[in-house]
């Protein structure tokens, strides 16, 4: 699994792409995360402990929208694709590229 560490030695990736990976390895556990609390309120049946659980998700989709963000800050390419697809009401896939 991707999150589980390096592909190549530390020593051979340069600075930027350390952090893309540290960024982006984040952002894969905020997601995980927000999914588990969200699967976990729906499988509540105490209505405080579903609050509980639905206010941590929350929280972790805030961190992962604080990572996109950095992300988009900090590569190019990041940000040449959310530029163009979020935030937009055109089709996600255009026609042609199914």
């Not at 952002?27 to 999914?35: R, V």
Request: aromatic share 8%.
């Amino acid at each position: 699994m991707s999150s589980e560490g390096l592909h190549v030695p530390r020593e051979r990736l340069s600075g930027n792409t350390y952090a893309l990976h540290q960024a982006i390895t984040s952002l894969m556990e905020e997601l995980e995360a927000a999914d588990w609390y969200a699967q976990r309120a729906d499988d509540c049946e105490d209505a405080a402990l579903r609050a509980v659980l639905l206010h941590n998700m929350r929280e972790e989709i805030e961190h992962a929208a604080m990572l996109i963000e950095w992300l988009r800050r900090n590569s190019s390419e990041f940000a040449l694709q959310l530029k163009t697809y979020l935030f937009s009401e055109t089709d996600i896939v255009p026609a042609g590229h199914e």
